[in-house]
């Protein structure tokens, strides 16, 4: 069965239909963040990849490889603090917080 990926623009749906995907201002945040590290040569390209667990914004330092970061929102996460992780290219945990504005704007980058 093929599942159909749709783009909220209109966070005025039920809070139930807003879960599966990043709101307005988590993606606006993290829009941000990618627009200062491609302008300064960090990033290249970014992917999106949405499962019944966890909808991921991953990085790319360049097409053709394998993502360097991924900025993940976990949908039920066991925890609070995993509700947002940066996770690196095997999946391991580098950050997580329960705040992903806080998340992204305290981690230096260039440190990971």
């Not at 239909?17 to 627009?35: D, H, M, S, T, V």
């Not at 970061?69 to 996770?87: D, E």
Request: hydrophobic share 35%.
């Amino acid at each position: 069965m093929s599942r159909n990926l749709k783009l909220v623009i209109n966070n005025d749906l039920k809070e139930e239909n807003q879960r599966y995907f990043f709101k307005k201002e988590e993606l606006k945040i993290i829009l941000n963040l990618y627009a200062k590290m491609v302008s300064n040569g960090s990033w290249k390209d970014y992917g999106l990849s949405i499962s019944s667990k966890q909808v991921s914004f991953s990085v790319f330092k360049n097409a053709a490889e394998n993502a360097i970061y991924k900025i993940c929102k976990n949908f039920k996460p066991s925890n609070k603090n995993l509700k947002y992780l940066i996770t690196d290219t095997n999946g391991k945990i580098l950050k997580n917080s329960s705040d992903l504005k806080n998340l992204l704007s305290h981690t230096k980058w260039k440190n990971l």
